[in-house]
């Protein structure tokens, strides 16, 4: 079974710059997550989909991060304009709607915004 | 919201020494409790997870997790590490509604030989 696919595995940009990351979650996997992990800290939830339907965007910083999952199935985050502080792991994680939902993680987007 | 307090952020250790990370969540109602570990460069994988049942939990890779509700905690053990099991693992919680998840700041492993 193919895991969860996520790329560019790395991205170096300047401030003010834009950046896309695009994730591919295990197959009929209905719940799809993006998580920030910034150096020395836990992942922080950015934002969960259900199916092509958002179901928490509550810690995401809308002036800057759009995401989108069209038709249920693989999605892209984007960072216009990054900042200094946007530098981190941009982690993608899906899991199946039901029963105690085990996530299943790529091995990430590592991000450096000079 | 819930929270995850990881008390360690490091944690040095002889090889074949036993070995405690602890973890302690907020919660008054029923949780489900995880342990994932991350390798360099990696993204996170299940170590071991508690649903309900026994409180002793075992994983993979020799470790064990035991769910004590009256202290809220969940520690991760492993009586003989390797240096392979270099990583860092984080204490992960799945509650308030609709497989939302919350993760500890993670402890870093560091098995010496």
């Known amino acids: 079974e193919a895991g969860v696919a996520q790329s560019p595995r790395y991205k170096i940009i300047e401030k003010r710059q834009s950046v896309a990351f695009w994730c591919n979650p295990i197959?009929?996997?209905?719940?799809l997550y993006w998580y920030q992990q910034i150096l020395g800290q836990g992942p922080k939830l950015l934002i969960q989909?259900?199916?092509?339907?958002?179901?928490?965007d509550s810690q995401l910083p809308k002036d800057r991060f759009s995401a989108e999952r069209l038709k249920g199935v693989d999605s892209t985050l984007k960072i216009q304009p990054a900042k200094l502080e946007d530098s981190a792991v941009y982690l993608c994680?899906?899991?199946?709607?039901?029963?105690?939902?085990?996530?299943?993680f790529g091995e990430g987007s590592r991000l450096t915004v000079l | 919201a819930q929270s995850v307090t990881q008390l360690d952020s490091q944690v040095p250790v002889f090889e074949e020494a036993p070995v405690e990370l602890r973890c302690n969540y907020s919660?008054?109602?029923?949780?489900?409790l995880f342990w994932y570990v991350q390798y360099p460069n990696q993204g996170l994988q299940l170590l071991l997870k508690?649903?309900?049942?026994?409180?002793l939990v075992k994983g993979i890779n020799g470790f064990e997790a035991e769910f004590n509700k009256s202290q809220t905690s969940f520690h991760l053990r492993k009586p003989s590490v390797h240096i392979s099991d270099t990583a860092e693992y984080f204490c992960?919680?799945?509650?308030?509604?609709?497989?939302?998840?919350?993760f500890g700041s993670g402890t870093k492993l560091n098995v010496k030989p």
């Open positions: 994680a899906s899991s199946l709607v039901t029963g105690a939902g085990e996530l299943f």
């Open positions: 197959s009929g996997h209905a719940t």
């Open positions: 989909f259900q199916n092509n339907g958002v179901v928490d």
């Open positions: 919660s008054s109602v029923s949780v489900y």
């Open positions: 508690y649903l309900s049942g026994s409180t």
């Open positions: 992960a919680v799945l509650g308030g509604g609709f497989n939302k998840f919350y």
